[in-house]
């Protein structure tokens, strides 16, 4: 097994940069295909200079088939190669649900384990800036649904060293890494929480009155209005960073939620059917009665995401909403908002153009 | 056996296996969709008598023939088809998802198409590994109307991949013809992306096939370029199942009479002995196969990805 070096703090495209890095020079069997992987702007730095580095057979820069090029990683796997595929809007991947789905995800299945595919499919949610209704979605609950799959929500620089630092030395299955586009430029102290993102679901707050279980993004989001409820109102928070959505650590959360009795789900895409349904499941099937008060869910509108800033604005959950809800959850009467929409504001400040 | 059969005796062979398979369909042995290959055995053995075991072949869910062809164990097809526990997928598959990877016979799917990629992908691994190896994709002509077959042949040509692709042109997709489906002439299309392109019209003869594909095999390799086959063909039988459908009027009989005239595996043309011997093999196949005991309760969860 071969580790990265790193220095002690790095923004979250950073990370995925090393890793990429890493991945290709630890094993000449790994592979990088996607659209702009190989041109000037890199994802977001992401995959800067690997071409020139590697060489054009081992960085692909792929035609617009993301089907076929799905099938493609899958038939290069079968034969040998680690490839690691980059959506740079989670949204161009359902162009490839049918490789990803019908044959990647079934394929060591169908045909009694005699092949064992692997692969790594970063995927880019994107936000802010009029993305739109065909650049923000956030489809981690689809492909959570499928058997044969794991899907992964890096919240933070460690979350991705050490998930993809597993996957690039182990190559031994298919995981879907959802990358939100508003973590790239945020940095991170490293080894605050190392050692727990491969469980599916981590402590990333401890708390005694209330469980936020929040993916991606709504981690981060999670724990400033832990902070505020602490401060304004002595809520005690915990906050759970659902690593794996597709993969929860169950009783990590059925604990957090029998210590707390109260529970809310922050997740960044919509609600039905969503990782807030999957979070309940998980506490009503295993006893219901640890809940103190009917649950919250924090999640996009269940719209189509609206282009203009002012709609965009309110199609997206804040972490206003957030206290407002645990407030509600925990029998509170409001009196104090934070100032200022915390990661909104930084999504204003967003000026993308992507 | 099998392997020691003579070209046309092995396209006979398996067309007996077919001709089993609808004799034993009614009984329920079977308890899943079948798409027969009678009618095309000749392609396949053609197509995989000049492969060597390191060369893979992908293929569809109408791919008994070339499971066969290519050297899969019967008996593991046998207890496959039947849902046990010694099928070539552990009675996970069955007729529509065969593979036998001792063989390179590779995952089969019942998604139109969708092994093509595949076959990109391994030659492409070929390719970056120096090897010699080559990758087979057989798909049938309504392939042909999918965006992955378009941006398949872009990308293998474009990148000039060990890969040949066969067409099995029997015209149908289900029960539509090309002509109401495809507004292209398949070749020159497949032409225009720099493929080396072949046809052939009269595959009826095993042997006939194989010398053809021989060429093509050494056409591509010598050129360094992905090639095309067109290989015309008839289904005899109903897109799935086990039996004649002309009555429902979307094909003529009398073209398949016409086709039938030239079949050479016909019972009467083979020799006794030899009929006698594929018979007794293929009893002893499903023999095994009902010998073979169900899949364990834990096989449903093992293999899944986690």
Same mark, same amino acid.
């Given at each position: %097994?071969?580790?990265?070096?790193?220095?002690?703090?790095?923004?979250?495209?950073?990370?995925?940069?090393?890793? %990429?890095?890493?991945?290709?020079? =630890?094993?000449?069997?790994?592979?990088?295909?996607?659209?702009?992987?190989?041109?000037?702007?890199?994802?977001?730095?992401?995959?800067?200079?690997?071409?020139?580095?590697?060489?054009?057979?081992?960085?692909?820069?792929?035609?617009?088939?993301?089907? %076929? %090029?799905?099938?493609?990683?899958?038939?290069?796997?079968?034969?040998?190669?680690?490839?690691?595929?980059?959506?740079?809007?989670?949204?161009?991947?359902?162009?490839?649900?049918?490789?990803?789905?019908?044959?990647?995800?079934?394929?060591?299945?169908?045909?009694?384990?005699?092949? @064992?595919?692997?692969?790594?499919?970063?995927?880019?949610?994107?936000?802010?800036?009029? @993305?739109?209704? @065909?650049?923000? @979605?956030?489809?981690?609950?689809?492909?959570?649904?499928?058997?044969?799959?794991? !899907?992964?929500?890096?919240?933070?620089?460690?979350?991705? *060293?050490?998930?993809?630092?597993?996957?690039?030395?182990?190559?031994?299955?298919?995981?879907? =890494?959802?990358?939100?586009?508003?973590?790239?430029?945020?940095?991170?102290?490293?080894?605050?929480?190392?050692?727990?993102?491969?469980?599916?679901?981590? !402590?990333?707050?401890?708390?005694?009155?209330?469980?936020?279980?929040?993916?991606?993004?709504? !981690?981060?989001?999670?724990?400033?209005?832990?902070?505020?409820?602490?401060?304004?109102?002595?809520?005690?928070?915990? !906050?759970?960073?659902?690593?794996?959505?597709?993969?929860?650590?169950?009783?990590? *959360?059925?604990?957090?939620?029998?210590?707390?009795?109260?529970?809310?789900?922050?997740?960044?895409?919509?609600?039905?059917?969503?990782?807030?349904?999957?979070?309940?499941?998980?506490?009503?099937?295993?006893?219901?009665?640890?809940?103190?008060?009917?649950?919250?869910?924090? =999640?996009?509108?269940?719209?189509?995401?609206?282009?203009?800033?002012?709609?965009?604005?309110?199609?997206?959950?804040?972490?206003?909403?957030?206290?407002?809800?645990?407030?509600?959850?925990?029998?509170?009467?409001?009196?104090?908002?934070?100032?200022?929409?915390?990661?909104?504001?930084?999504?204003?400040?967003?000026?993308?153009?992507? | 056996?099998?392997?020691?059969?003579?070209?046309?005796?092995?396209?006979?062979?398996?067309?007996?296996?077919?001709?089993?398979?609808?004799?034993?369909?009614?009984?329920?042995?079977?308890?899943?969709?079948?798409?027969?290959?009678?009618?095309?055995?000749?392609?396949?053995?053609?197509?995989?008598?000049?492969?060597?075991?390191?060369?893979?072949?992908?293929?569809?869910?109408?791919?008994?023939?070339?499971?066969?062809?290519? +050297?899969?164990?019967?008996?593991?097809?046998?207890?496959?088809?039947?849902?046990?526990?010694?099928?070539?997928?552990? +009675?996970?598959?069955?007729?529509?998802?065969?593979?036998?990877?001792?063989?390179?016979?590779?995952?089969?799917?019942?998604?139109?198409?969708?092994?093509?990629?595949?076959?990109?992908?391994?030659?492409?691994?070929?390719?970056?590994?120096?090897?010699?190896?080559?990758?087979?994709?057989?798909? +049938?002509? +309504?392939?042909?109307?999918?965006?992955?077959?378009?941006?398949?042949?872009?990308?293998?040509?474009?990148?000039?991949?060990?890969?040949?692709?066969?067409?099995?042109?029997?015209?149908?997709?289900?029960?539509?013809?090309?002509?109401?489906?495809?507004?292209?002439?398949?070749?020159?299309?497949?032409?225009?992306?720099?493929?080396?392109?072949?046809?052939?019209?009269?595959?009826?003869?095993?042997?006939?096939?194989? #010398?053809?594909?021989?060429? &093509?095999?050494?056409?591509?390799?010598?050129?360094? #370029?992905?090639?095309? &086959?067109?290989?015309?063909?008839?289904?005899?039988?109903?897109? &799935?199942?086990?039996?004649?459908?002309?009555?429902?009027?979307?094909?003529?009989?009398?073209?398949?009479?016409?086709?039938?005239?030239?079949?050479?595996?016909?019972?009467? #043309?083979? #020799?006794?002995?030899?009929?006698?011997?594929?018979?007794?093999?293929?009893?002893?196949?499903?023999?095994?196969?009902?010998?073979?005991?169900?899949?364990?309760?834990?096989?449903?969860?093992?293999?899944?990805?986690?």
């Amino acid at each position: %097994m071969k580790n990265l070096n790193l220095e002690s703090e790095l923004t979250y495209a950073e990370a995925i940069y090393k890793c %990429m890095n890493f991945a290709l020079e =630890s094993s000449s069997e790994t592979i990088l295909i996607g659209q702009g992987i190989g041109d000037s702007k890199g994802i977001f730095g992401t995959t800067s200079g690997l071409l020139n580095k590697f060489g054009k057979k081992r960085v692909i820069e792929t035609p617009i088939a993301e089907e %076929m %090029m799905t099938g493609f990683a899958l038939g290069a796997s079968v034969n040998g190669l680690y490839p690691i595929m980059t959506h740079i809007r989670a949204d161009f991947s359902l162009v490839a649900m049918n490789q990803i789905v019908n044959l990647f995800a079934k394929y060591q299945y169908m045909f009694g384990g005699q092949f @064992q595919p692997s692969g790594l499919i970063r995927m880019i949610i994107g936000r802010g800036w009029g @993305q739109g209704a @065909q650049h923000a @979605q956030s489809p981690h609950s689809l492909f959570s649904h499928v058997p044969g799959i794991r !899907v992964i929500m890096p919240c933070s620089v460690d979350s991705v *060293i050490e998930n993809y630092q597993y996957e690039i030395n182990n190559k031994s299955r298919l995981v879907i =890494s959802f990358e939100h586009r508003n973590l790239y430029d945020i940095s991170f102290k490293l080894g605050a929480n190392l050692g727990n993102y491969l469980k599916g679901s981590t !402590v990333q707050r401890t708390g005694k009155d209330l469980t936020i279980v929040a993916t991606s993004i709504m !981690v981060l989001e999670s724990i400033r209005a832990a902070e505020f409820l602490d401060v304004h109102y002595g809520i005690s928070v915990e !906050v759970v960073d659902l690593t794996s959505p597709s993969h929860p650590d169950y009783k990590l *959360i059925f604990e957090s939620v029998s210590k707390t009795g109260k529970l809310i789900v922050a997740d960044t895409s919509w609600a039905p059917y969503g990782v807030g349904a999957e979070i309940a499941r998980i506490i009503c099937q295993t006893d219901p009665s640890i809940l103190k008060s009917p649950i919250g869910v924090v =999640s996009m509108e269940h719209t189509p995401c609206p282009t203009g800033k002012t709609l965009e604005d309110l199609f997206y959950p804040s972490v206003r909403n957030l206290v407002m809800l645990a407030l509600k959850v925990c029998g509170k009467k409001l009196e104090k908002l934070p100032e200022g929409d915390s990661y909104r504001d930084f999504y204003r400040k967003f000026k993308g153009p992507f | 056996m099998i392997d020691s059969l003579k070209i046309l005796e092995k396209a006979y062979f398996i067309r007996r296996v077919e001709e089993k398979l609808i004799e034993i369909y009614p009984t329920d042995l079977i308890q899943s969709p079948l798409h027969l290959s009678i009618g095309q055995e000749s392609l396949a053995v053609g197509v995989c008598s000049n492969l060597n075991i390191n060369d893979q072949l992908f293929t569809t869910y109408r791919s008994h023939a070339y499971y066969l062809a290519k +050297g899969g164990n019967l008996n593991a097809f046998m207890a496959e088809l039947m849902g046990r526990k010694n099928g070539c997928c552990k +009675g996970k598959g069955g007729s529509m998802h065969l593979a036998d990877s001792s063989v390179n016979f590779m995952g089969t799917s019942a998604i139109v198409g969708s092994t093509l990629p595949h076959a990109v992908g391994a030659a492409y691994a070929n390719l970056i590994h120096n090897k010699s190896n080559l990758v087979v994709c057989v798909i +049938g002509d +309504g392939a042909a109307d999918t965006g992955i077959y378009h941006e398949s042949l872009n990308f293998a040509a474009l990148h000039n991949l060990p890969v040949v692709f066969v067409i099995e042109d029997n015209d149908l997709a289900v029960h539509s013809t090309k002509q109401e489906r495809q507004s292209f002439d398949l070749e020159k299309h497949a032409k225009m992306y720099g493929f080396l392109t072949y046809s052939l019209d009269d595959t009826q003869n095993p042997e006939k096939v194989s #010398k053809f594909m021989k060429d &093509v095999y050494l056409q591509g390799k010598t050129r360094k #370029k992905p090639a095309w &086959v067109k290989l015309k063909t008839f289904r005899y039988k109903e897109h &799935v199942g086990v039996l004649d459908d002309f009555e429902i009027g979307y094909r003529q009989k009398s073209d398949y009479l016409a086709w039938l005239a030239k079949d050479p595996l016909i019972y009467e #043309k083979f #020799k006794a002995n030899i009929i006698m011997e594929i018979d007794f093999v293929i009893e002893q196949a499903i023999k095994f196969a009902k010998n073979s005991p169900f899949p364990d309760p834990v096989e449903l969860y093992t293999d899944v990805i986690q």
